[in-house]
């Protein structure tokens, strides 16, 4: 199926009836902090799935599940899913593992929001992104990124015209491309490397870097 941006998969209290298992693009998850207003808490990629976690616990999603960049995913019925995982050991552990990591990025995402500047979670997005996605462009407007990182856009719109003038990034409308990869992680606070080696330790090979490196 095609993921659209801005369409809404999963939205705060609704019934998880498929998960989902993107093949490219980024989805957010996004918490609610009043009325209207959403932070993202979490993001998945090519790495991950969608519904995996919650939908075959609760059964009911715990946030609003948005695509961010265009792509492409399969799905499954969260039912038909639950039955095979008891009977597939292999399976079932990698959405355990899967599960430890999504939880630990969720937190890690959490305190970078409490503790440090828009400059360096943007880094941290970008970077992020660039590892779902496997490129070193990322298609997402100013306004859809303050979103994402819960700021205004004239914030974000500030921290992005430093690291053009710095080199890191090239940005036009619509569009931005990761130019200098070793500025954005030396200028990105240490929350990315520690969700980058959560994943790449329990999770190995689940991606792969722009450059032809796995992560």
Known sequence: MTLLPGEILLDVGQAIDYVYFPQSGVISLLTMVQPNQFVETCTIGREGAVGLVTGLGSGVSLSRVVVQI???????????????????????DIKTRYGEALISQ???????????????????????????????????????LAEMLGVQRTTVTAAARSLQARGFIRYRRGVIECTDVNGLQQTSCECYALMRDTFARLLPYTYEDPSGDRG
Do not use: F, Y
């Not at 979670?121 to 997402?140: F, K, M, Q």
């Open 106 to 144: 969720v937190l890690q995402t959490l305190a970078c929001n409490t503790l440090h500047s828009v400059e360096q979670r943007l880094c941290r997005w970008l970077l992020i992104c660039r590892d779902r996605t496997a490129s070193n462009t990322v298609p997402l407007t100013q306004e859809a």
């Open 70 to 92: 265009a792509g492409r995913a399969l799905r499954m019925r969260a039912a038909l899913l639950n039955e095979i995982l008891p009977k597939t050991p292999s399976l079932n």
